[in-house]
């Protein structure tokens, strides 16, 4: 396992947000973030003149709220929405998916132990708690795609999400890196997920950094056991960076 270097003042930095800044929970509402990784990121941004962002299959909502009082730039919803660093948010035009949700819902109604997220224009069917329904879940999914136009299929850790056809992480990275503060500069992805491969493959193909954080086959080069590890990263990279340690305040793209 080879740990990534530490970045110079000339990278943009980009974090997927379950299982790389915290660990899974059972439940995406359960998550615990560690109080130094909210310091940790604005103290990185402020050295990088704002250029670190989170890309997650979160919405951004839920992004600010986990990290609160910090703001950075966020792609949410694997890049269905996104808030450029001119504090704009921008959303994908996507279909109507009640035809997809109620074919979800009758399937949650007969296995509680699955949840169902609805977030802005996708939908994530998690199976964590009941692993064994695993390809009924898959083939539900699958019929729930064909009731609608324009949406892909998106199997994570235990969770398979219809999103967006055109919603990629890959796509956001490559994004945010035409606008300012990242444009011109070295991305260095972070993410522990097969749905972060598409970002690591875009900040390789730009002669980037992609760092997986856990075990699992990945094009990245570089490798964090977890998100324990990537915090003790966060803090060399500040003390790399020369940034001052200060009080965490509201920190807006």
Known sequence: MQEPPLPDRGSALFFDFDGTLTDIAANPGAVCVE????????????????????????????????????RLPVAGVHG???????????????????????????????????LLEVKPGAL???FRQAEGLEDQCLATMAEAQRRVEGMALL???????????RASKGQAVRTFLDEPPFRSRRPWVFGDDVTDEVAFEAALGLGGVAVKVGA??????????????????????????????EPVREVRA
């Open 35 to 70: 109080p130094a990784v909210p310091q940790c990121l604005a103290l990185l941004a402020r050295a990088l003149a704002g250029a670190v962002a989170v890309i997650s299959g979160r919405p951004v909502a839920e992004i600010d709220a986990q990290l609160e009082p910090l």
């Open 80 to 114: 269905a929405e996104r808030r450029g660093a001119d504090g704009f948010l921008r959303r994908m035009a996507t279909p109507e998916l009640d035809p997809a949700r109620r074919l979800i819902e009758a399937l949650v109604a007969r296995h509680p132990a699955l």
């Open 124 to 126: 994530a069917l998690h």
């Open 155 to 165: 199997c994570g850790k235990k969770v398979i999400e219809l999103k967006p056809r």
């Open 216 to 245: 699992g086959q990945s094009l990245a080069p570089y490798r964090l056991a977890d998100p324990a590890a990537l915090h003790e990263w966060l803090q060399r990279a500040v003390l790399a960076l020369g940034a001052e340690s």
